[in-house]
């Protein structure tokens, strides 16, 4: 297409304006040699599926994170300074509160278009840290996590880390009454650790809780050091994600060695610029029409009221899932100091939880053992195990995520709360087990589906007599781009223990070659070139 | 023991019996209260307390007993006040739906009249607090109401009166659009798992301006669009995965759908 337009250089205007143009690219060129990385940059080639969007989304939504909030800077006091507020909004006229508290309210009631920008900065929060974690599930289900991509995945990863914190250090900005409750719980868990956490306790907030620092130091984080810190991950993650090219899903005529996409200029550019705008209208629209974090019904903060039904933003509700999962009285009293375990196993959980997911392809690349570079998507079915790793894990999280809003399943679904959190203690523990299990059998069961469609092809529900008068129904045989896609993919079998090159077997081996049957034991063969064409003589 | 009044109650002619007292008293009371408008309100007639203790009987008495002392079914009402019935009945509490956590909001099962009247006879019994003055149900101040609201009642009711979970299934409801009568007998009277809020604790002006606020918040709405049912983040965080992101989504794939 490019070659085409390329050739009708009459079409293009020859006038000032392209002389202009022209020079311009010539003078840049000269003193910043880009036309080197224009070309090498543009002719890169990106697949099309829709999975490798939502990398985009969460792109997107950051850029509109950015513009809005660099509206609300202008308005923002990040301060606590005590103030009486006197804007419009008639039921905290006179009301004693923090300046952060009485400017937020300015921004939503007084400011034009203030209401407007916090409602998009805060939509598009919470879409940030779900489209990366949209993202990072697709990643993992497709194993595009692994060799070169392992170093750029502990990137994505502490993304969706500092996304976690840059939404949870935003939330507490207002100094409302309900991200006052969630800092209260973050520092009543930093006090929970044994020996230094009333200091750092201290140190956060500039004496005993809440003190008058804390909103100007979140602030810094929050608008200065987070950001920072996001910008330059995501410029190493891009980097990375060219240097590795993006893998893609199996098909004719893709290999390991190619990329079958467009290039980024023009055509995925133009579909990246176009996309921008969708999620930038999407946001709009939801931040126009439905309302988020109405501040000004929770009131300023005061330690003393604690409202029912405080739940953080969704990103961290698997914390407070975890808070709220672990049953009370977990406390040891020794040396005159009390041990909270009640605090202390929620935190190591969570820390564990968290290094698994970082540390899951060095994992899998060590029980695997493969050191090829992989460039293909698989599909989850093609990896049995770990598509069941995958699951459990979700299953898991899902669990910490339901029990944060524990309360509001009991008023609506007209259940007992403590129903809801033995219930959910139960499937905490058992529940991951239950959805290793069936997420294996069903990935093995569609692979032997896929192994059924390729040697015999479709039913086609035709059936014939035979002259000889035997019937039998015909089979309609896939065709050699559906083929394709169901026949190639890697097969691995369980490691066998062998002694080293001294002879021994470590420990170390032992473990791996267990692990490797683990993975491995249960699989489904992919469908041979001789088991093809023995099936189609027939 | 109970045996006696539940057959009385059954007798063919006690609806018959039922309907000429209904009909005697709220004529009564008509002639009355066309007459002398005034201090109705507080004076019940003997006609009226009479009309109430005959629909206690039918209504409410095999629960708490004939005499309101109450049974093992139901507690006793002796000095639970006027006002005390008000919420009740006038909420559609009671008569109880069923047996559970505790008694639900339904539509309401009395005309005006039939509630006043009943409360009259439960008033009777003993002292007990009754109606307030109508000064106390309007005007107030606002932001001095949700002060104390975040102060008294958001540790069950939730901050922005979108109700709670208490223990054992039972819950704070949610306070969007009550009647004001009800907002405040339900602070004096402490019905079901609430406390009460006494005088002395919250004097009459601040339970007004507790009442402004609530009334604040119904005549309002959601100024910045759609309040997903004022949960706060939980429903926030559904609504950004279910609708945002499954909306991006669907777009994603349409945009990398091959044309046909």
């Known amino acids: 297409m490019t070659v085409a337009t390329k050739s009708k250089p009459s079409r293009q205007p020859s006038g000032a304006g392209m002389r202009f143009v022209g020079g311009v690219a010539n003078y840049l060129d000269e003193r910043t040699s880009i036309s080197t990385a224009v070309k090498t940059l543009g002719r890169k080639i990106f697949p099309d599926h829709w999975s490798f969007m939502l990398g985009e989304i969460a792109l997107y939504s950051f850029v509109i994170i950015l513009l809005s909030g660099t509206f609300l800077t202008l308005f923002f006091e990040p301060s606590m300074t005590e103030v009486h507020y006197d804007g419009s909004y008639a039921p905290l006229k006179g009301i004693q509160m923090s300046a952060a508290y009485s400017s937020t309210l300015n921004i939503s009631f007084d400011i034009r278009g203030g209401l407007l920008m916090r409602q998009v900065h805060h939509w598009a929060a919470l879409l940030f840290v779900a489209s990366i974690g949209l993202h990072m599930l697709r990643v993992f289900f497709t194993g595009a996590f692994r060799k070169p991509r392992e170093i750029n995945w502990v990137v994505g990863f502490l993304l969706f880390i500092m996304a976690m914190a840059e939404g949870f250090t935003g939330y507490s900005l207002p100094d409302d009454l309900l991200s006052g409750n969630g800092l209260r719980i973050i520092d009543g868990m930093i006090k929970g650790i044994p020996g230094i956490g009333l200091w750092i306790s201290y140190l956060l907030f500039g004496g005993e809780f809440p003190g008058n620092d804390v909103v100007p130091r979140l602030y810094m984080l929050h608008i200065m050091l987070l950001p920072a810190i996001v910008i330059a991950l995501i410029a190493v993650h891009l980097v990375l994600l060219i240097v590795n090219k993006h893998t893609q899903f199996a098909g004719p005529g893709r290999t390991e060695k190619n990329v079958v996409g467009s290039p980024i200029l023009p055509v995925f550019a133009a579909k990246a610029g176009g996309f921008f705008f969708l999620v930038f209208g999407v946001t709009m629209l939801i931040a126009s029409l439905v309302t988020i974090n109405p501040i000004w019904a929770y009131g300023p903060y005061d330690p003393s009221p604690v409202s029912a039904g405080t739940q953080p933003d969704w990103y961290i509700g698997f914390a407070d899932g975890m808070l709220r999962l672990i049953p009370s009285g977990w406390e040891i009293v020794i040396f005159g100091g009390t041990l909270s375990l009640n605090l202390i196993v929620p935190i190591v959980v969570l820390m564990v939880f968290l290094l698994v997911v970082a540390a899951y392809p060095f994992f899998e690349a060590w029980v695997t053992g493969d050191k090829r570079e992989h460039h293909i998507a698989e599909r989850p079915r093609n990896a049995p195990t770990r598509t069941a790793i995958g699951a459990a894990g979700v299953t898991f999280y899902g669990v910490l995520w339901a029990a944060a809003s524990s309360d509001l399943i009991a008023t609506h679904f007209r259940t007992t709360i403590e129903g809801v959190i033995v219930t959910l203690q139960v499937l905490l523990i058992v529940g991951p087990f239950i959805a290793f299990w069936l997420t294996k059998k069903v990935a093995l069961a569609l692979q032997r589906k896929d192994r059924e469609l390729v040697l015999h092809g479709y039913e086609s529900s035709r059936i014939v007599r035979l002259p000889g008068g035997e019937y039998r129904e015909i089979h309609t045989p896939l065709d050699e781009f559906e083929q394709w896609k169901l026949v190639s993919f890697d097969e691995y079998q369980p490691e066998v223990l062998r002694p080293n090159a001294r002879g021994k077997i470590t420990v170390g081996a032992r473990l791996r070659t267990g692990l490797s049957s683990f993975y491995f034991e249960d699989r489904i063969a992919p469908v041979t070139k001789p088991e093809l064409e023995s099936a189609s003589q027939h | ?260």
């Open chain 2, 1 to 260: 023991m109970a045996t006696s009044p539940r057959r009385g109650r059954r007798h063919p002619l006690a609806s018959i019996a039922l309907l000429l007292v209904g009909l005697f008293a709220s004529g009564g009371a008509y002639a009355l209260f066309t007459g002398a408008a005034t201090a109705a309100d507080n004076v019940p007639s003997a006609a009226q307390v009479e009309n109430g203790k005959a629909l206690f009987a039918a209504n409410c008495a095999s629960c708490h007993g004939l005499n309101a002392e109450g049974t093992k079914a139901g507690p006793s009402l002796v000095g639970v006040g006027a006002l005390a019935v008000e919420f009740q009945v006038g909420t559609g509490r009671m008569p109880m739906a069923g047996s559970g956590p505790q008694a639900e909001k339904k539509p309401v099962q009395f005309a005006q009249d039939e509630i006043d009247a009943m409360a009259a006879w439960v008033a009777s019994l003993a002292p007990g607090p009754g109606m307030p003055d109508a000064e106390y149900l309007s005007g107030g101040d606002a932001s001095n109401g949700a002060e104390l609201f975040r102060i008294n009642c958001a540790m069950c009711h939730n901050v922005a009166g979108a109700g709670g979970a208490l223990t054992e299934g039972k819950f704070a409801p949610n306070l969007h659009n009550i009647d004001p009568v009800h907002i405040y007998a339900a602070m004096v009277t402490g019905p079901q798992n609430m406390p009460v809020f006494s005088d002395m604790n919250i004097t009459p002006e601040e339970k007004r301006d507790i009442i402004a606020y609530l009334k604040f918040m119904d005549e309002n709405g959601s100024v910045g669009g759609l309040d997903l049912g004022a949960l706060g983040p939980v429903s926030e965080g559904l609504f950004v995965w279910i609708f945002a992101l499954g909306g991006l989504v669907a777009i994603t794939i349409w945009l990398t759908a091959k044309s046909n």
